[in-house]
């Protein structure tokens, strides 16, 4: 099980802190009254995860709706303000005003943006229906990079390709105009959003994905041959949009588990659970439970804030009702996310994990040295994920290797972003085509899976 021994350091450290105060004469603290938060965002931080809503730009001046959520989320998604007809309304003629509300909002309110979402055979502008071929591939990797370029340094992470693949048993992409430009279109987009922002996580998003089932293994499989052809891939958004006919599976929290298994961070990225009352309040706890038992699962965000504006408002889907009151469902979510309390998932054998700051967040370059590199490393029993991020010193890089000591047992089984040259002992890492360049003072990042214990001293950097 992944939570008992969170829950057994949260007890040590309340039994700890218990002791202290009662030295002191000071009342005893109760279980979990000590650092019960009070807001979604306050409580899903407690363990290094956010908690985020969809925004829409023009609901932002209905006070109601901007109390409730600058008072509990702290992440936003922009529910159709970034999509591609909203920003480039005819080919190459961009228009920012509406997304660009809701970032100087979020940023304004320490909220992180979570961006949504660049390639997708919706919402699409009327103009590209009249385009196919090499004219529709390069009008999407002009969109995607111009895009992501406005918004460069100021997305956590994008949804950079949405629901590609084909609902049912199929396991095959969903056939589109995107599709129909070729099999790679998908990598093509995030090499394209890589390049145009190398601080913001990429993520594929889909719905129909959030159990084991034939769907969710075509995903899983395209982000392991990522991953093993250094295609730049960060994360996985599971749109969670629950229903009686899409209900939550048993299977929900060893779907998100086997996807982090590959060396992606998951995120539930647009969470909505028809119906009410206690029932509701339960799939919402089992939801967020979920998360909360995978390390790499690192934030939660719900498709709006108050029943009423939902995309779904008949089946009052959401955690506040008509009136911005709190629902039974909000305090079963609350709760749930209080309950694993200040420890994350991963203290005490890890550093860095999910509130990483973004590569491209300024860093301090060595003095006089070419490169230097850093590593934050995801330790559990058995296995680990290790991100390096390799920073430039005072010259641009023009390719890089970085070597790492592995201990005595431990073995690299999966590395992205990088081609690795041996898998145990001293193992090093060379750049990819696509990430060899790093300006002066800039990062970039790459990583690797493997077995045993991973690697606790500081890794070296050459520049090639
Ligand atoms: O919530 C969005 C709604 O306002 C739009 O009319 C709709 C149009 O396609 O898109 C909704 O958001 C979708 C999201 O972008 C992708 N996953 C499914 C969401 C619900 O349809």
């Known amino acids: 099980m992944n939570r008992s021994p969170r829950r057994r350091v949260l007890a040590a450290s309340l039994s700890a802190a218990a002791a202290v105060l009662a030295a002191a004469g000071s009342v005893l603290l109760t279980a979990g009254s000590a650092d019960a938060a009070t807001t979604l965002g306050a409580s899903a931080a407690q363990s290094g995860r956010y908690f985020g809503t969809a925004v829409a730009a023009y609901k932002l001046s209905d006070s109601v709706y901007s109390t409730i959520l600058d008072r509990e989320f702290n992440m936003v998604t922009p529910e159709n303000e970034m999509k591609w007809d909203a920003t480039e309304p005819s080919q190459n003629s961009?228009?920012?005003?509406?997304?660009?509300?809701?970032?100087?909002?979020?940023?304004s309110h320490n909220q992180r943006i979570r961006g949504h979402a660049l390639a997708w055979h919706q919402q699409q502008p009327g103009w590209v229906s009249g385009l196919s071929g090499t004219a529709l591939r390069n009008a999407m990797l002009n969109h995607v990079t111009q895009v992501a370029t406005h918004y460069k340094g100021k997305i956590y992470s994008w949804d950079v390709v949405n629901e590609a693949f084909a609902d049912g048993s199929s396991g095959a992409r969903r056939d589109s105009n995107l599709q129909r430009t070729g099999n790679d279109w998908i990598e093509a987009a995030f090499r394209a959003a890589r390049a145009a922002d190398p601080g913001a996580k990429l993520c594929y998003n889909d719905y129909n994905t959030d159990g084991v089932n034939a769907k969710s293994t075509a995903v899983y499989n395209m982000v392991q041959d990522f991953?093993?052809?250094?295609?730049?891939?960060?994360?996985?958004?599971?749109q969670s949009h629950i229903n009686p006919q899409s209900p939550v599976t048993s299977d929900y929290q060893a779907n998100l588990q086997r996807f982090a298994d590959l060396g992606v961070d998951v995120q539930i990225t647009e969470l909505d659970i028809e119906g009410s009352g206690t029932a509701q309040a339960n799939t919402y706890a089992t939801v967020v439970n979920a998360c909360l038992a995978v390390a790499r699962c690192n934030g939660i965000t719900v498709w709006g804030i108050r029943d009423s504006d939902s995309w779904r408002s008949?089946?009052?889907?959401?955690?506040?009702?008509?009136?911005?009151?709190?629902?039974?469902?909000?305090?079963s979510t609350l709760n749930a996310l209080n309950a694993v309390g200040p420890t994350g998932p991963?203290?005490?054998?890890?550093?860095?994990?999910?509130?990483?700051?973004?590569?491209?967040?300024?860093?301090?370059?060595?003095?006089g040295g070419a490169c230097s590199a850093t590593v934050s490393l995801n330790q559990w029993t058995g296995g680990f994920v290790a991100t390096i991020r390799v920073t430039a010193g005072s010259g641009a890089l023009n390719?890089?290797?970085?070597?790492?000591?592995?201990?005595?047992?431990?073995?690299?089984t999966n590395t992205w972003n990088a081609m690795a040259?041996?898998?145990?002992?001293?193992?090093?890492?060379?750049?990819?085509s696509y990430n060899g360049s790093v300006a002066a003072g800039q990062s970039t990042e790459f990583g690797f899976q493997g077995t045993g214990v991973g690697p606790s001293g500081t890794p070296s950097c050459t520049a090639r």
């Open 94 to 107: 961009f228009n920012y005003n509406s997304a660009d509300q809701i970032v100087n909002h979020a940023q």
């Open 227 to 238: 991953k093993a052809r250094g295609v730049p891939i960060d994360c996985v958004g599971f």
């Open 314 to 331: 008949s089946g009052t889907p959401l955690l506040f009702d008509n009136s911005g009151n709190k629902k039974a469902a909000y305090t």
């Open 346 to 367: 991963t203290t005490g054998t890890t550093t860095g994990g999910p509130t990483d700051p973004p590569p491209s967040s300024p860093t301090t370059p060595p003095p």
């Open 399 to 412: 390719g890089w290797s970085v070597g790492v000591a592995l201990p005595g047992g431990a073995t690299v």
């Open 421 to 432: 040259s041996g898998s145990s002992g001293a193992v090093n890492f060379a750049n990819v």
